[in-house]
């Protein structure tokens, strides 16, 4: 089932019930890594993941790299687009 959010503006973004709990999730929470996500919505990773890409494709969200001091992978965060 989708569901409609407006947003400020003329935009409207159909989504789908996951969909907007993770849109509204980094709407309250700001940016936030997938495992933090995951925590919140308390659905299977790759569920999230599948879902969060859906809000990439269509430049709802972006996600992006936040460097570490240490050796190993960088932070990898989710968080809205915001309008101009």
Same mark, same amino acid.
């Given at each position: 089932m989708a569901v409609i959010i407006h947003q400020s503006g003329?935009?409207?973004?159909? +989504?789908? #019930? *996951?969909q907007r709990d993770l849109y509204l999730t980094l709407q309250r929470n700001g940016p936030m890594t %997938?495992?933090?996500?995951?925590q919140i919505v308390k659905?299977?990773?790759t569920?999230?993941?599948?879902? +969060?890409? #859906? *809000?990439i494709?269509?430049?709802?969200a972006m996600k992006y790299n936040?460097?570490?001091n240490? %050796?190993?992978r960088p932070l990898v965060f989710f968080k809205l687009i915001e309008e101009k």
């Open positions: 003329n935009l409207s973004l159909e +989504l789908f #019930s *996951l %997938r495992s933090e996500i995951v659905k299977p990773r569920t999230v993941y599948d879902n +969060l890409s #859906s *809000l494709e269509t430049q709802v936040h460097p570490t240490t %050796r190993g």
